[in-house]
């Protein structure tokens, strides 16, 4: 596709339960970010990739909470033992190589919800 | 950690008016950006800034990146009601491992009244 794209759209999980969340950034784009939105609150930065590797992790909030790249394309986030505090919307976002002034081009998110 | 301040929260207007918001920041950031998000949707970017002190238009939207790189403003002219949407700022600064991760603001929610 032309865009990127994230599923499932929307999640409903029961507190405890382990969920992925799947991105697929714009083909060729090197670089994926992961941003968590709260409900009335602007994203906040989990993860950064450039490829298949990870150099920034410094805004997963807990252990756990882990991502992976695989072939340089599609990432997958997992959140382990979910909490209500996790309810958010997971947005995804990729750019053409990670550099400054690059344009971060996001997807439309996972609206997870956690009972 | 990095945080912008951004405001309005929410602002109520009526078709043909223009709108300002703004952010600050008690850091500085190399790049300032403004997005702007539909319901359900994913944000979009609307203009990019990277000098100090720049004044860039694109379209009936106008933003200027502060000279202390601490702020910026985002204008709106002539509103219609497609304008309606929340309305982020965000912050680009290289970091740890070279990445460039985004800091956003709260969001500006607009409404447009026709």
């Known amino acids: 596709g032309a865009g990127v794209s994230q599923s499932p759209s929307n999640k409903v999980t029961e507190k405890g339960k382990d969920v992925e969340l799947r991105c697929d950034p714009i083909s060729g784009h090197t670089a994926l970010y992961w941003y968590r939105q709260s409900l009335g609150q602007g994203l906040e930065f989990l993860i950064y990739?450039?490829?298949?590797?990870?150099?920034?992790k410094s805004g997963l909030p807990s252990d756990r909470f882990s991502a992976e790249r695989t072939g340089g394309s599609v990432s997958t986030l997992t959140i382990q033992r979910t909490q209500q505090e996790d309810s958010a919307v997971y947005l995804c976002?990729?750019?053409?190589?990670?550099?400054?002034?690059?344009?971060?081009?996001f997807g439309p998110g996972t609206r997870l919800l956690v009972l | 950690g990095q945080q912008l301040n951004q405001s309005p929260q929410s602002m109520f207007i009526q078709e043909g008016e223009d709108v300002s918001m703004n952010c600050t920041s008690s850091?500085?950031?190399?790049?300032w950006l403004w997005y702007k998000q539909d319901p359900g949707e994913g944000p979009v970017l609307l203009i990019a800034l990277y000098k100090a002190g720049e004044l860039t238009s694109n379209g009936r939207l106008t933003a200027q990146f502060g000279i202390t790189r601490k702020d910026s403003f985002l204008n709106i002219s002539a509103s219609i009601p497609s304008d309606v949407g929340i309305y982020f700022c965000a912050g680009q600064s290289s970091t740890q491992g070279g990445s460039e991760k985004l800091v956003f603001g709260k969001g500006t929610k607009l409404t447009v009244n026709p």
């Open positions: 990739f450039q490829g298949n590797s990870a150099p920034d």
């Open positions: 976002a990729s750019s053409l190589s990670g550099g400054a002034a690059e344009t971060q081009y």
């Open positions: 850091s500085i950031f190399n790049t």
